[in-house]
């Protein structure tokens, strides 16, 4: 039972992060109606730029001291004579590398919600009106050039990355096992919860997010009612590139920095078509299940059978309800 | 080899100036060439592109050693990005325009499985290579491929004896999804049984982006005395060693080759504190800065310092960079055994004269002289880091498998 | 220019090659390649059998995707599927077929295999369409590479280590060379390329194109979606297998990650480059799509002389000059090569007249 806890918890934060990271994906279809293969590939860039503004810009000559270690008088002092590995001392580290953090964090959300821009005015724009298989397709297209471009930019695997939040472990005891769960993982999936809240509320109450929907209903009633329809289908996609920047920043310090960070993007796609691509409530719980069924498989079955749990799990709704646990049908004319 | 016109002429008129001395009529190229397939781009980028700077220094310091048989020879990398089949394109392409092609140096344990069955006849190469992989010292079947140094499966023998010795009771085996990553997996865990160690977890995980907690989750609930971690180069490992610190658990991590290397130790080190120290691990080969009793260290580090200047190879040469040079030492050692015999350069005789490399002084690479059993180099000893020193010191003897 | 076929025979409306412009065409093709094969170098044979490789997949995902409309993100897991159906069905029949005539009836078998999966994978077709199939298909893809893997089926797919595979061997002729590999897949791909020719004019292929118009439509004239769909599938996916078979013979091993999601948008990419629902649009793309990263190499080769610090750009130039190729031709020219062809072909064709 304890560890069946321990495993539900470990589910339970990782589809914290995938709910974060399908956000952006939801948010885009609902705005444009183009489904976003190569979101994985947006997370991915927001990780390196949270790896460069966090780890490679305060490591330059030039940039102050503090930038990459804050040591002031009573950090020093208070982290004398304790042990390595003390939660006091995790929090200490935290907060020495915070100005980093912060850095890393402000840079990565202001570089990639350009990028999303860029791509947005540069490859959607021009796909208005276009078949969905042309939409599917471009997006498959930006993928390779987002993928050889990372690696064009940041030659090499990149190094460690600092914690968003402290990093403590927190233990205790559950029904007779140990329960084992890192500090910052605990604040990721906060971080994570707050958003994926936010960002809902935004899009039902305040006036761009009805902007949005409109737009989503009726393309060209929402023009017509002077909603300015590319000024929100910008803004959608920097809502997901953005919320990309901080998923890419938490996977960074979880599952460190690599070109393999694209690859998430395809098992969040499918979680979003499982929930219904343009239903937030039912990306959520398929994110949850999705998270939860990943990590009961990863104890059963071991790491290789993990991976597949979202493609199948996809299979099955989608046989099952065709579109996806909460979306809307599509009514089709002849 | 082919003889075209060009050369069976000037070898012909050769032969005739020559006329009388027992010399062989043979076609001699203007050069040999050694290509290569290095991780230059993906998920071991940092690995391939410090080798490939060794390649072009290997190639200087074979000319300057009078190349094969007086032929000069060149080196050609080409990035494999990891993947194997991207790494027998390179090969196909490399047999294809490349008339002279008498070494091919390789980067996974699966594009040297992959090509192994395409290595027959004329496009047989003599194939030396990144990886340990217990499979590739087969010399009945395939004597073109040859490693330098002992087997996984031999590295992870020593660490389980180890383990052993000093009074361990159970393991963990974690270990990337990849060809490389499961090679000596099965035979450990039988290794493991003989020795009356418990494996007490099986964990694959991805070989880059892994999801840290979760393993380290099942490493602590597994409550392993020792853990033995393979098919890592760059990332992952130290995570793992990292999450399982933060946790507090007391295991202690074990490594192969690939996982030995103190650059991205020290990376760590700096990064998030000395929680490597008493990581342990097989490395076959003196670290670059033990260079007192390795004459040829010491020629490597006078050209690093005059070649490399200003980056990472100034003044260390990484483990990933020695295995590749002492492989390609190998088989210039088996070509130039060939041209000495004043005979033309194939890989039969290549790969015949590999496997008798006996009591050879590699310069200092291991710790005595050694010898070609079975295609592989059965020696090495075991390293301990010391976060302090920055250094991984050697914690036993040189012994032989 | 011909502006129509005279036809005065029942016969000569139901030619394939149906004017002699065609005939001279694939006549001339056949002895191009006959001569190719031939007298072509080493390296040339070589990016040939891939080429050849990767077409017949390519044929196959256009009588999908090109006439039938449906999208798949996941045909590479055929590939897969006929590859190593190809090599166990080797393993497993040798001493009880001879090896002489091996080959016909492995390579049958890989593609009613493939055929067969293809009708399993394409039943979601029958619910969901469009975005829905794209990753109901890629979802396919993973499982499938993910099954060949599995420790359990690794007795007979080697699992991650891959399977050695073996020649072709035809009445004892082994196949052993690149160039003898190069004639027999020369000769199958413009056989399969000449049959998908013929199946478009076909009921069933006329059937596909009305599907890819309008299912709906279709449906009330009278054309059963359940059937043509996953006939579409089966026949795509029989192309598929081929291709894998053929890989399996082509290579010394196959390995399960050369299956994976990269292979499966390498297909489709092609197909979109060279023109969707063309016959010879998967030549275009498959010629192009092969040729650029050469291309890229070797000017890259050129440009900086193999520095050793340079090499390792060039792969993430490749990758970004294929994803540049797909959005180009997505953009600006939907109807891919064949359609650029074409329209040279008219302009020289009306000149002085008219252009374009």
Not at chain 2, 301 to 330: D, R, V
Request: with cysteine; glycine share 10%; hydrophobic share 50%.
């Amino acid at each position: 039972m304890g560890q069946f806890l321990q495993f539900a918890i470990n589910g339970l934060m990782s589809g914290a992060i995938y709910a974060l990271i399908a956000i952006g994906i939801v948010s885009v279809f609902k705005a444009t109606k183009v489904v976003n293969f190569a979101h994985g590939y947006l997370i991915m860039f927001g990780a390196y730029f949270y790896f460069t503004f966090s780890v490679v810009v305060p490591g330059q000559p030039w940039a102050p001291e503090w930038l990459a270690s804050w040591q002031p008088d009573w950090l020093v002092t208070a982290k004398e004579g304790l042990p390595m590995f003390s939660p006091m001392g995790a929090v200490l580290d935290w907060v020495s590398n915070l100005p980093r953090i912060v850095l890393g964090i402000i840079g990565a959300l202001i570089a990639n919600a350009i990028v999303g821009r860029i791509i947005e005015r540069t490859l959607m724009r021009p796909l208005m009106g276009q078949s969905v298989f042309a939409m599917i397709m471009v997006t498959v297209g930006l993928i390779s050039i987002m993928s050889g471009s990372a690696q064009l930019i940041w030659t090499a695997d990149a190094a460690n990355v600092p914690y968003i939040a402290p990093n403590m472990p927190i233990r205790f005891e559950l029904f007779g096992t140990m329960i084992f769960i890192f500090g910052t993982d605990l604040v990721n999936m906060l971080i994570a919860l707050i958003l994926f809240g936010g960002i809902v509320a935004f899009v039902r109450f305040t006036k761009g997010g009805i902007a949005i929907r409109a737009t989503a209903e009726d393309q060209s009633t929402a023009y017509s009612m002077g909603i300015s329809v590319p000024k929100v289908f910008s803004r959608a996609w920097v809502l997901a590139s953005t919320t990309g920047a901080i998923a890419g920043a938490i996977l960074a310090t979880r599952n460190g920095i690599s070109p393999s960070l694209g690859l998430f993007g395809f098992s969040v796609l499918a979680i979003v078509l499982m929930g219904g691509l343009d239903s937030y409530v039912g990306v959520f719980i398929a994110a949850m299940a999705v998270g939860v069924m990943e990590a009961m498989t990863q104890w059963q079955l071991g790491g290789d059978w993990a991976e597949i749990v979202p493609y199948v799990a996809v299979l099955i709704v989608l046989i099952w309800r065709p579109h996806g646990l909460m979306g809307q049908k599509e009514v089709e004319r002849i | 080899m082919k003889l075209n016109r060009r050369s069976f002429l000037a070898s012909s008129a050769a032969a005739t100036a020559v006329m009388g001395t027992p010399m062989i009529l043979r076609a001699q190229p203007t050069e040999y060439v050694v290509a290569s397939s290095l991780p230059l781009t993906g998920p071991f980028a940092t690995a391939g592109q410090l080798v490939s700077p060794a390649m072009k220094m290997f190639e200087a310091l074979v000319n300057e050693d009078g190349g094969i048989g007086g032929v000069p020879i060149r080196t050609t990398i080409e990035d494999s990005g990891y993947v194997p089949a991207t790494a027998l394109a390179n090969y196909q392409r490399a047999l294809a325009t490349e008339p002279n092609l008498v070494m091919y140096y390789g980067d996974s344990t699966g594009f040297m499985k992959l090509v192994a069955p395409e290595l027959k006849g004329e496009n047989a190469t003599l194939m030396g290579s990144t990886s340990f992989a217990s499979d590739l010292a087969n010399p009945a079947e395939n004597p073109y491929q040859y490693l330098p140094g002992p087997s996984y499966e031999d590295q992870v023998d020593i660490l389980l004896q180890n383990i052993k010795d000093a009074g361990g009771s159970t393991v963990a085996f974690i270990f990337s999804n990849t060809e490389f990553g499961r090679d000596p997996i099965e035979h450990g865990k039988k290794k493991a049984e003989e020795l009356g160690i418990k494996v007490v977890l099986e964990e694959a995980t991805k070989a880059q982006g892994a999801d840290i907690p979760t393993h380290v989750t099942k490493l602590a609930q597994s409550g392993a005395e020792h853990c033995i971690l393979q098919g890592y180069v760059t990332g992952v490992w130290p995570q793992l060693i990292g999450g399982a610190r933060q946790f507090g658990l007391p295991t202690q991590f074990h490594g192969t080759f690939w996982g030995m290397e103190k650059l991205i130790a020290d990376r760590v080190t700096a990064e998030a504190g000395p929680f490597l120290e008493g990581y342990s691990g097989v490395m076959p080969y003196r670290y670059s800065y033990d260079q007192e009793e390795a004459p040829i260290y010491q020629r490597y580090a006078a050209f690093q310092k005059k070649a490399f200047a200003g980056t990472p190879l100034e003044n260390y040469m990484p483990t990933w960079g020695l295995q590749s040079l002492i492989s390609l030492n190998l088989g210039i050692e088996a070509l130039r055994r060939v041209a000495n015999k004043g005979l033309e350069i194939t890989a039969d005789r290549a790969a015949e004269e590999l496997a008798g490399i006996n009591d050879y002084d590699s310069g200092g690479f291991f710790g005595g002289p050694v010898s070609m059993v079975d295609n592989k180099i059965g020696t090495g000893r075991v390293y301990t880091y010391k976060a302090e020193s920055g250094l991984f010191e050697p914690s036993s003897d040189w012994f032989t498998v | 220019m011909i502006n129509a076929n005279l036809k005065s025979t029942y016969a000569a409306d139901e030619r394939v090659l149906n004017n002699r412009y065609k005939q001279f065409f694939v006549y001339g093709m056949a002895l191009l390649l006959a001569v190719f094969g031939a007298f072509a170098n080493d390296y040339l044979i070589l990016i040939a059998c891939k080429m050849g490789l990767l077409l017949i997949a390519v044929v196959g995902i256009n009588v999908l995707t090109g006439y039938t409309g449906l999208v798949s993100l996941g045909h590479a897991a055929f590939v897969a599927i006929g590859a190593y159906a190809v090599t166990i069905f080797n393993n497993l029949a040798t001493g009880i077929i001879p090896a002489g005539i091996m080959p016909f009836f492995s390579i049958p078998f890989a593609v009613f295999l493939a055929a067969a999966i293809g009708v399993l994978v394409g039943l979601p077709s029958l619910r969901v369409k469009g975005l829905y199939l794209a990753v109901a298909t890629l979802a396919a893809n993973f499982i499938v590479i993910f099954l060949i893997e599995q420790d359990l089926f690794a007795p007979w797919t080697g699992g991650m280590t891959g399977l050695t595979t073996n020649a072709p061997n035809f009445f004892g002729w082994v196949l052993d060379s690149k160039r003898e590999m190069f004639g027999m897949i020369a000769v199958i791909g413009f056989v399969s390329l000449l049959a998908a020719q013929n199946l478009i004019r076909t009921r069933v292929g006329r059937a596909f194109i009305a599907i890819r118009d309008r299912d709906y439509s279709a449906e009330i004239l009278g054309i059963s979606l359940l059937k043509y769909k996953l006939t579409s599938f089966a026949i795509s996916a029989a192309y598929c297998g081929l291709s894998g078979a053929l890989f399996a013979y082509f290579y010394a091993r196959i390995l399960p990650e050369q299956f994976e999601l990269d292979l499966s948008l390498e297909l489709v990419a092609a197909l979109i480059v060279g023109g969707m629902g063309r016959t010879l649009g998967p030549v275009f793309g498959v010629i192009v799509i092969v040729m650029v990263p050469e291309v890229i190499k070797i000017t890259f080769g050129a440009i900086t002389g193999d520095a050793a610090g340079m090499a390792q750009l060039r792969a993430p130039l490749q990758e970004i000059a294929f994803g540049v190729l797909l959005v180009f031709f997505l953009l600006k020219e939907p109807l891919g090569i064949n359609q650029i062809v074409d329209r040279m072909l008219r302009a020289a064709n009306r000149w002085p007249f008219a252009r374009g």
